[in-house]
Structure formats: structure tokens, C-alpha cells
């Protein structure tokens, strides 16, 4: 059971500002169905450019919808300047604070609020689009998004940006990469979380390189697939070749030519050696319903 | 507040019964069995008759029954000791769906070398046998397959595939935590190897499992030591917990057949309910092939954590598949393998009854469900007009 606040408790069971409110003037939408929240947030201004009514519709669990109700509480009375400096934290700190793995749920309140500004900003058509470049492709979070929850609360974990927004905790493929933005950011601070990540030191024997390449392989690519209920099993390796075989969901997948190259073919070049080439193994490939399920 | 408890497939209440049998063996018979003196060898006595009693629940032999401290080791046990006995194969084939007891160990055996193959489910969580067939060869070592699923009740054709898998020589292990006391079992008459049980979950105490093992089967030990369970598991024995697990199991045995008829009529009654009165809801699993305690029911649009807090609100202990609830980002693996829609998964509530509860307790709420999701509908942005 999480341990909520009775902040968090109050607004969870009678939260404030429920709805949406008619031709608002600020619109922000966050999360899905798919990734556990969505949040709808909705503002109006008065006269003076203050925030008059927010209110908000939320899909999610407790801290979700605790948050959504007391982000709504804050805004009223601000002017958008003010409004745009609320950070995750804030809304965090006015419940009184959130278990550490709700975080999340802080960061999506500031990303609706982000885009409803935004979206008034624009005169109500902009609608809120990703910038950067995606690096949790499970929840859909980009670089810019990860480097601003590691700024904003000081974070130095793989599993705290997890915390804050989601991203690694799906199939867990991009931590490693988590890890180097967080290396960027904070430096020595940076704790190191795959401290046996295999990393290429120099000439291979042929046995060395075949046990770092089955290695990466447990460790670097199978928990990815397996995310998805698929496998992969080595079979071969001939000089730079590497064999392998896609099983379960991978077998019978339209983007396994996609996860070959881009996350077989790509974790062996970066934690073996760049020669490496991939394919798949004959058999393999000529009889998918032969595949494991 | 009263409490209402719906979360049988987590773990149970200690018969009042069983902890009556147990209570003596801690301050007054507390004597080591292995012991020569009269002391702590009357207590091995007690250990034979719980043993018996075990038996008898899954009519077998006694010999045929090992102690174990929980399901998970009894799982870990069987799994890892049959692989140790057989070092020449290298395949194992399991489910996507089972505990993480049986699945997070399987695939640690990947990294070890092993080939696991994880069968897949249809919509309403069954397996195709002939797929299972298709696998077993003679580099398979072990098959593993839960009796009953813990999320959505569905019960596996083990019988079938034990014989299956008896005809092509190889070891056939079933996880069977939440099948024991639910539904009767006759290995006397069952081509099973190996099966789980844990105690909590029938009434027994936490800390106390069983691990039934056919005679003739070879499995080296896990939990290596003294002589204990005729060395195949060391370890002095958890004597209270073992008591209580013989206790249970009596009980269950003289009970599971009316119990189960109630305990079927609550759970139906509660379910065809909520089923009826809250729109947009789904039954998850096999309706007619189901462990008679538990229903798994989505609701669209709302959170199964979300829920869950309404209903703790009122006293209602329930289970949820949502990654709210489950510690990861990600909803229920097993609402998932049955390609359960995420959308629908992160809204799953799971009632799992037992002999404990009453009619009064389903009524309420059968009368409290409409309204929690009435509540959280409002609030979703999912439902047009709430």
C-alpha cells in the first residue's frame, strides 16, 4: 500500500475542480489510456489575464488525481507568467509530498500545465507535440523531457527518472541511455546503476568475444524483447557474423527487420565491437509458426 | 469499520482451528524433532501426522510429501532440483502466465544456458495443448505449468498435460498454490511429478509450503544441510507452521466440496452483479473454467489503484492487475498475455473469497461498486459526458 498524505487523501476522495470548462481559453492534454494516466486540463482568464477557473479530468491512480485537483487549487489567480514557473516539485510540496515512485504523477500535472499554456500562447491551435528525441519509446518520453526532471529535482538515479517520469520502466532498454544523460547532467554525482554492463576492453579472444556478445545479449537485448513477449537465442557467430534467432512474439512481429538493426545489430556494436554485422538464422526465418509462443 | 476480505488469492486468514493446534508447540512443545530425547522426539510425531494429513488433502503417500517454508521455494525446488538430477537437457517450457515464483526463475535459467520456451494463452487465459506437444523433445528437461491462475482463477488442463507430458518422459511440475483446498486433487491417480502448495494461502499460516514429489521422480536438493525431510530438504523443521498445515488441510479436505458450493454462490452472486450494474466493465479470464473463488473484472475508462482506495475507504480488501498497483510502470503480465488492452488491464480488480466471507459482506458491496466507478468515471477524460 502507498503511503499517502492526507493531502493527498483529500483531494483524491473530494477532489476539487472536476470538468472541463466551456471554450476555455487554455487547453493541455497529457499521458494515455495506454501508458496507466491521462490528465485534460482546461483554464479561463478574466478580464485582467489572471487564471479565473482550471479545472481537469484525470485517468489515473490516487496521486494522479490528487495531483490534477490541487494543480488546479494553485493556478487560480496567477497570470500565465506565474503559472508557467510552477514546477513538478511545487505541486508535489503543496501535497505535502508524493511517494517517491508517484513522482510521475507531479511531472504529468506540470506537463498539462506546460501545454495548456502553451496552447493558449498559440492563439488555441498548437497542439502539444513531443520535442527532441524520444528515448523511452514504452512511455513515449524524450531527451528534453528526462534532462528537465533530473534539473528540476536533482535526480541521480536511473530509477529516480524513472520515478519522476516513467522513463525505463517499461522494457528497461533505454537505462543505459538514461544513465549517460544523467552522466551529462550531474557529473560525478551520477550513480551508476549497470555496473556490469559489459563494455569492450581492448582485443577479444574469439571465446571472449563470444561470451560478451551472449552477455549483451542477456542482459542488453532480451529483457527489451521479452517486454514484448518475444526472445532471442544466439546460434552462431562467425567472425564478425552474429546468428541469431527471434522467438515467441519477436517470430511472428512485422518490425523484427526494425529490432534487428536497430537494437540487436545496435547493443552488439556498442558493447562488442563496431564490425559486428547480425542476421537470422535460416530456419528461423523461413518457419514462424514453428516458433515458440 | 469492519473489514470485508476479498483478497483470498493474496493470502488468508489462520483458521481459528488451526491456530488452536498450533499454539502448544511454541512455548510448551518446542522441542527439535531431530532430538534423541523423548522431549523433541514426540514432536516428529506430530510432524508424521500433519504429513499424513497433507496426504491425504492430495491423496498420495506421505513420503511422497516435503516441508517447505513457502510456494515460492517449493516452486524454486522443484524447478532448480529437477535441472541439478537431469544436467544433460537443457529446455524447460512454462507459460507467460505463471507466478513470478515459476517465471522470474525460468527465465534466470536463460542466462544460465537453458532454452525456456513460455507458451502462450488465448483471450479467456487457456493454453493449446498442441502447441505443448509441439515443443517437448527429448532435450526437455522439465515442463511447468500452474494448476490455477492467481489473477483471473482459470484453471489448466493439468491432468491432460501431465499425461502429455508423461508419454514423451519427461518431468511434469504444477505450480498449485492457489488450486489446493480450492478444488479436489487425486495424485494418487494423476500422472503429475511434482507439485506446490503453500500454506497461507489455504488457511495455514505465512512461512510453511509443501512440495509433493511422485515417488521414483529424481530431484536433487535444494536447500542442502542436516538430514531433514529424509534429505531432501534441510533445515529443522518449522514444526508450528507444519502442524498448522496438516490442520488446514484436514479441514479443507473434510470441507472443500460444500464450502466451494457456497463460496461459488457468493462470488457468482457478486460478480454477475457488478457485471450487471456498472457499464463498460469486463469479466477477465474463462467464466465456465475458473477456481471457484476469484473473479477478475476490468473496468474501462477508471484505475484499478484508484479503485482499490474507494473500496478501502468502505473496508473492502481487493486486488488490482493495474502498474499502479503492481510496483512497475506496467500492468498485469497475465491480463497482458491474454492481449488484454492496456486500457483494460490498468482498470482490473480482482474479488478472491473464501469460506470466510458472507452474503452481507458481498451485498454491500455489490451496493458500494456502482458508485466508486460512478465517482471515477467523472473524473476520466475518457467518458464524454459523466
Redesign the interface.
Same mark, same amino acid.
Given at each position: 500500500m502507498w503511503e499517502y498524505t492526507d493531502k493527498v487523501k483529500e483531494h483524491f476522495f473530494n477532489p476539487h475542480n472536476v470538468g472541463e470548462i466551456e471554450h476555455p481559453d487554455g487547453v493541455g492534454e497529457v499521458g494515455s489510456l495506454a501508458c496507466g494516466d491521462a490528465l485534460r486540463l482546461t483554464f479561463k482568464l478574466d478580464e485582467n489575464g489572471k487564471i479565473k477557473d482550471a479545472k481537469f479530468k484525470t485517468f489515473g491512480c490516487a496521486s494522479a488525481i490528487a495531483t490534477s485537483s490541487v494543480l488546479t487549487d494553485m493556478l487560480k489567480g496567477l497570470t500565465i507568467d506565474e503559472a508557467a514557473k510552477i514546477t513538478n516539485k511545487d505541486i508535489a510540496d503543496y501535497l505535502g509530498g508524493l511517494p517517491e515512485q508517484k513522482m510521475h504523477c507531479s511531472v504529468m500535472g506540470r506537463e498539462a500545465l506546460e501545454a495548456a499554456i502553451e496552447n493558449y500562447r498559440s492563439g488555441g491551435r498548437k497542439k502539444r507535440e513531443l520535442e527532441g528525441t524520444v528515448v523511452c519509446t514504452c512511455f513515449g518520453v524524450t531527451e528534453n523531457e528526462i534532462e528537465r526532471v533530473i534539473r528540476e529535482n536533482n535526480l541521480t538515479t536511473v530509477e529516480q527518472v524513472t520515478n519522476y517520469c516513467k522513463a525505463g520502466g517499461g522494457c528497461g532498454g533505454c537505462q543505459g541511455e538514461i544513465e549517460k544523460i544523467l552522466e551529462k547532467i550531474q557529473g560525478d554525482k551520477a550513480g551508476k546503476v549497470l555496473e556490469t554492463a559489459p563494455r569492450w576492453a581492448g582485443r577479444l579472444t574469439n571465446i571472449q568475444k563470444i561470451q560478451l556478445i551472449q552477455q549483451t545479449i542477456n542482459e542488453q537485448i532480451r529483457p527489451a524483447l521479452r517486454a514484448h513477449g518475444g526472445n532471442i537465442e544466439l546460434i552462431d557467430v562467425e567472425g564478425d557474423k552474429v546468428i541469431v534467432a527471434f522467438r515467441g512474439m519477436c517470430a511472428q512481429c512485422m518490425l523484427a527487420e526494425f529490432t534487428m538493426k536497430d537494437v540487436v545489430e545496435a547493443k552488439l556494436r556498442e558493447f562488442v565491437s563496431d564490425e559486428i554485422s547480425v542476421e537470422e538464422d535460416e530456419d528461423s526465418a523461413q518457419q514462424p509458426h514453428n516458433h515458440r509462443a | 469499520m469492519k473489514t470485508i476480505y476479498f483478497d483470498n488469492n493474496a493470502t488468508t486468514k489462520v483458521a481459528e482451528e488451526v491456530l488452536k493446534e498450533m499454539k502448544p508447540f511454541f512455548c510448551d512443545l518446542y522441542g527439535n524433532p531431530s532430538s534423541m530425547h523423548t522431549f523433541g522426539g514426540q514432536i516428529s510425531r506430530k510432524i508424521r501426522n500433519a504429513r499424513e494429513q497433507v496426504a491425504n488433502l492430495l491423496s498420495c503417500d506421505p513420503a511422497e510429501i516435503i516441508f517447505t517454508s513457502c510456494g515460492t521455494e517449493s516452486d524454486n525446488a522443484a524447478i532448480k532440483g529437477t535441472l541439478a538430477a537431469a544436467p544433460k537437457k537443457r529446455k524447460v517450457i512454462t507459460t507467460?502466465v505463471e507466478h513470478p515464483a515459476v517465471l522470474s526463475v525460468c527465465?534466470d535459467l &536463460?542466462?544460465h544456458g537453458y532454452?525456456v !520456451?513460455? /507458451? @502462450?494463452v488465448d483471450k479467456k487465459g487457456n493454453l493449446?495443448l498442441d502447441?505443448l506437444e &509441439?515443443?517437448i523433445d527429448d532435450d526437455t528437461a522439465l515442463v511447468t505449468i500452474m494448476y490455477a491462475n492467481n489473477e483471473t482463477g482459470v484453471i489448466f488442463p493439468v491432468e491432460k498435460i501431465a499425461e502429455l507430458v508423461k508419454s514423451k518422459g519427461t518431468i511434469f511440475h504444477t505450480d498449485a498454490v492457489q488450486a489446493v483446498g480450492k478444488i479436489p486433487l487425486n495424485l494418487s491417480k494423476s500422472n503429475i511429478d511434482l507439485l506446490s502448495l503453500s500454506g497461507h494461502k489455504l488457511h495455514a499460516p505465512k512461512g510453511v509450503g509443501a512440495l509433493y514429489v511422485r515417488k521414483g521422480t529424481r530431484l536433487h536438493p535444494f536447500m542442502v544441510g542436516g538430514h531433514q525431510e529424509a534429505g531432501k530438504r534441510a533445515g529443522t523443521e518449522n514444526v508450528p507452521g507444519i502442524v498448522g498445515l496438516g490442520k488446514a488441510c484436514q479441514l479443507a479436505a473434510k470441507n472443500i466440496k460444500e464450502e466451494n458450493e457456497r463460496v461459488k454462490y457468493l462470488r457468482d452472486k457478486l460478480e454477475n452483479a457488478i457485471l450487471r450494474k456498472c457499464p463498460d466493465c469486463i469479466l477477465n479470464g474463462d467464466k465456465k473454467n475458473r477456481l471457484p473463488n476469484t473473479a477478475n473484472i476490468s473496468f474501462k475508462? !477508471? &484505475? @484499478? &489503484?484508484?479503485i482499490l /482506495?474507494?473500496l478501502d475507504?468502505y473496508g473492502i480488501c481487493a486486488s488490482s492487475g =493495474?502498474?499502479?498497483t503492481s @510496483? =512497475? /510502470?506496467?500492468?498485469s503480465h497475465v491480463l497482458?498475455?491474454m492481449g488484454v488492452p492496456?486500457?483494460a488491464a490498468?482498470g482490473s480488480i480482482r474479488f478472491s473469497l473464501s469460506r470466510y466471507n458472507t452474503e452481507k459482506e458481498v451485498d454491500y458491496t455489490i451496493e458500494k461498486m456502482p458508485q466508486i466507478v460512478k465517482k471515477l468515471r467523472? /473524473? =476520466?477524460?475518457?467518458v464524454e459526458k @459523466?
Open positions: - | 507467460r527465465r &536463460e542466462n532454452t !520456451i513460455e /507458451l @502462450g493449446d502447441q &509441439e515443443q475508462y !477508471i &484505475e @484499478g &489503484e484508484a /482506495l474507494m475507504k =493495474s502498474a499502479c @510496483g =512497475s /510502470l506496467e500492468p497482458r498475455a492496456f486500457t490498468h467523472k /473524473l =476520466s477524460p475518457f @459523466g
